[in-house]
């Protein structure tokens, strides 16, 4: 556990020295928070997490990370813990629906390109993995916000239990249905501050049902019993609007997923897995309606649950016609989709909407978003975790280097965060938009680009495009750098010149 070197509140937590470091709340346990929360005890910044759930809550599913973050745990001291609870993925191979082989998205070489292999974990042992790094008693379990208050002198939060807390900066990494977001933005919205593209709802271009399956026979499953993980993408045939995703994980399981692209959903298929269940009057915007919530305001607010999309979560009509719907297409594991879900445990069911947004405020005052909260990307090659790891890296890195804990000295910090990651962001959102049409794509647009992307550019183009994304990889400017991995363009962060006099300091005392 760090030692931090100057004391805070005893009666408010917040920094009580002009040159201290920062008090930080974490709003959510998720992979970002818990990111953040590892970060800042190396760095010696104090922190607590607060979690609305009695435990930690991961999805089911598997958490897929590549070269963009590994330098960070390797800075930490952790790349073979992690290698250690991964299996390596073995390509990207998309099938038709009678496992015809389409294509392969793989990089040829990729460790000697990129430094790094890229890798599947599983979503809840990566998590508590994760968790584990976080001292005793910084997470706060059951501890739903349900009002924020800040100023100049500080940021306070109350939760629905009635305790307060107090810090200096508060951190929303509460998802893509952040409530931290909401509330922020309603007041922002209130002093007509906020950009009109910010309350605008986010695009929803597929309808995903997703599972992992108990433990299976690897005799029935050979290939469960390989150590990589194998991935791979089938497409329904024209005019159909389905694909699904098999992946082996590790503990002999496989994770699926049955992706609906809404746009090429005709009216029949439509028809049969919406119904009569079908939410025509949710307002889907990215605020709820007044008739979901109480109003929101700034700084009180109501902490939504955690949930799906409006219309979605728990809604088990959806899922059993959409079950009903796909049940025999085969897998190219052998078997059907059917087989895997018999083998999956009804309630780790999801039925979600795959959602894309980019916003464009990220900070106001004492509050800074990170992760899903500020942009949601699409679950394309694991962009979206490493993009939401990312931020907690270059947060930490802006905390450390903080002058003081000024209302003045924090906005300028926020201010180089988003300036150091929003361009990057918004490049990997089209990243992943063209690799969601690569992968779920199924109109005639989308499978002609897939068939010019798979078939005639040049595998060098190929390998070009795959490693666009994982050429930023941002180190903790606080701890030693480690060197560049692997044949590819190298990345070139600005030190931190705190960090170098502290060095200098060092080497003469």
Not at 4 to 20: C, D, H, M, R, V
Not at 127 to 134: G, M, V, Y
Request: charged fraction near 20%; glycine fraction near 8%.
């Amino acid at each position: 556990m760090s030692h931090y070197p100057f004391p805070l509140s005893p009666t408010t937590g917040i920094s009580n020295k002009e040159n201290a470091p920062p008090h930080v709340m974490i709003v959510g346990a998720g992979i970002a928070g818990l990111l953040l929360g590892i970060l800042l005890d190396r760095a010696g910044i104090p922190f607590r997490i607060y979690e609305s759930g009695i435990k930690l809550q991961p999805e089911e599913g598997v958490v897929s990370l590549h070269a963009g973050i590994f330098p960070v745990f390797e800075q930490l001291g952790l790349y073979e813990n992690v290698e250690r609870l991964s299996l390596r993925i073995a390509g990207f191979h998309i099938h038709q629906d009678d496992m015809t082989k389409i294509g392969t998205l793989v990089m040829k070489d990729g460790k000697t390109v990129l430094g790094y292999d890229h890798m599947m974990f599983c979503s809840i042992s990566f998590h508590e993995f994760l968790a584990s790094l976080i001292p005793p008693g910084r997470i706060h379990f059951n501890k739903k916000v349900s009002s924020i208050e800040e100023n100049r002198d500080g940021v306070m939060i109350r939760c629905s239990d009635g305790t307060p807390y107090h810090g200096d900066i508060l951190v929303g990494a509460d998802g893509g249905n952040s409530g931290v977001r909401q509330g922020l933005y309603k007041l922002l919205q209130n002093r007509e501050s906020l950009p009109v593209v910010d309350g605008l709802p986010m695009r929803r271009g597929y309808m995903c049902m997703m599972g992992v399956t108990d433990p299976l026979d690897p005799g029935r499953f050979p290939v469960l019993d390989q150590h990589v993980s194998k991935a791979y993408q089938v497409l329904g045939r024209s005019p159909s609007p389905f694909s699904w995703c098999i992946v082996s994980v590790s503990g002999y399981r496989i994770n699926w997923k049955v992706i609906v692209q809404l746009e090429a959903m005709s009216p029949e298929v439509e028809e049969r897995l919406m119904g009569d269940s079908r939410d025509d009057s949710v307002d889907e915007t990215e605020y709820w309606s007044d008739r979901q919530q109480q109003q929101y305001s700034y700084p009180h607010y109501q902490q939504q649950p955690k949930r799906s999309s409006p219309g979605l979560d728990g809604n088990a009509f959806r899922i059993d016609a959409l079950m009903k719907e796909v049940n025999g297409f085969m897998t190219p594991f052998g078997g059907t989709l059917g087989d895997l879900f018999d083998s999956t445990q009804r309630h780790e069911i999801m039925l979600t909407y795959l959602e894309n947004k980019v916003f464009e405020t990220w900070h106001h005052g004492r509050t800074v978003l990170i992760g899903d909260a500020c942009h949601k990307l699409l679950p394309t090659a694991g962009q979206e975790t490493v993009a939401s790891m990312q931020d907690a890296v270059v947060l930490a890195n802006c905390l450390y280097d903080l002058k003081s804990p000024s209302l003045n000295d924090i906005g300028d910090a926020f201010k180089d965060f988003k300036a150091e990651r929003y361009a990057h962001v918004k490049e990997i959102d089209d990243i992943s938009k063209v690799n969601a049409k690569l992968i779920y794509g199924q109109t005639f647009m989308d499978r002609f680009t897939r068939y010019m992307f798979l078939t005639c550019m040049p595998r060098s183009l190929q390998v070009k495009n795959i490693a666009k994304g994982m050429v930023y990889r941002p180190q903790a400017v606080f701890l030693p750098r480690v060197p560049h991995r692997g044949t590819g363009a190298a990345y070139v962060q600005r030190p931190s010149r705190k960090y170098q006099d502290k060095q200098r300091q060092q080497q003469h005392e």
